[in-house]
């Protein structure tokens, strides 16, 4: 199976018609049409369901899509860390990021090392630590800044200086919106939206105490963002940390008390061996430190 080949599949099946396809990847339809073909008799699947108008991928079709963009994309990190123009430092960067008031010490970082090393390219994929995490180990991204708490056996690590504070996001016109800060009492009988993490539910359920089995749980989240807007349509509020300027004008954050804090750290595989730019920002935040 050869990365040319890859590059054909997810051309068509982004366009979803051959022709398209064969005109954007400057080759003849007949000549796509028999790579795809050769490529589902070397796998052994059917990756398409075609018909007159459109090429649909079928299951085997959307898991090799996925599979193929994360090759295809680690072969053009892996190229972009081997090649050197001029002795400058460059190449690319891939951070993932949970939603975290520490984002904006890495963007400090980000912003500084650029202007000392401008051909050095960030990627920023934005998810929940788990996802982070399992893309750590399928080489996808050089590091991870992720909230705790972290299974920090097999990462080596910079643990950030800011906490976050856990608290709650609900209408300014709510009942709860006049009080200083949360009980847990206070949450009982009220719709929550709580985060989808395991590990940080049970902080959670340790800090509600007995009155955890009470609570009310009307969604689950990984974004904060999306939350938000359930919390604007009237759904719930929702547990969350403290970030500020991502939310709505019509929106307020309560913390909570006794005060719930969690600590975020920039992780990274033990024993690998990374291409320049990625040990030269590491040793940059090192020093800030």
């Not at 590059?7 to 068509?12: A, G, P, T």
């Not at 005109?23 to 339809?29: E, R, S, V």
């Not at 719930?260 to 800030?288: C, D, P, Y």
Request: charged share 25%; net charge negative.
């Amino acid at each position: 199976m050869e990365f040319r080949v890859l590059k054909y599949f997810l051309m068509v099946a982004r366009e979803e018609n051959i022709t398209k396809a064969a005109a954007l990847l400057h080759i003849t339809q007949p000549t796509l049409s028999r790579q795809l073909m050769q490529l589902e008799e070397e796998l052994g699947v059917k990756l398409f369901h075609r018909s007159k108008h459109s090429i649909i991928l079928t299951e085997d079709g959307m898991l090799l899509k996925r599979r193929a963009q994360e090759l295809v994309s680690l072969s053009d990190k892996t190229i972009q860390e081997l090649s050197h123009k001029d002795t400058m430092l460059s190449g690319e960067i891939a951070i993932g990021c949970g939603e975290t008031k520490s984002m904006f010490f890495i963007s400090d970082q980000i912003r500084e090392f650029q202007q000392l090393h401008p051909l050095v390219q960030f990627s920023i994929h934005s998810a929940i630590a788990d996802d982070i995490k399992e893309r750590i180990e399928r080489g996808i991204l050089d590091m991870g800044l992720l909230t705790e708490p972290v299974d920090i056996g097999k990462y080596e690590f910079i643990r950030m200086l800011q906490k976050e504070q856990w608290g709650i996001l609900t209408r300014r016109d709510s009942e709860l919106a006049g009080k200083k800060c949360i009980n847990p009492e206070d949450l009982i009988g009220v719709p929550l939206l709580m985060v989808k993490r395991e590990l940080i539910k049970n902080e959670l359920s340790s800090w509600f105490g007995d009155y955890y089995e009470q609570l009310q749980i009307a969604a689950t989240y990984n974004l904060i963002i999306n939350a938000a807007t359930m919390v604007k349509s009237g759904i719930g509020v929702a547990l969350c940390f403290d970030l500020g300027a991502i939310y709505y004008d019509d929106l307020c954050f309560i913390p909570l008390n006794p005060a719930l804090k969690t600590g975020s750290a920039l992780v990274w595989k033990k024993n690998q061996t990374m291409g320049e730019a990625v040990t030269h920002f590491i040793r940059s935040v090192k020093n800030t430190f």
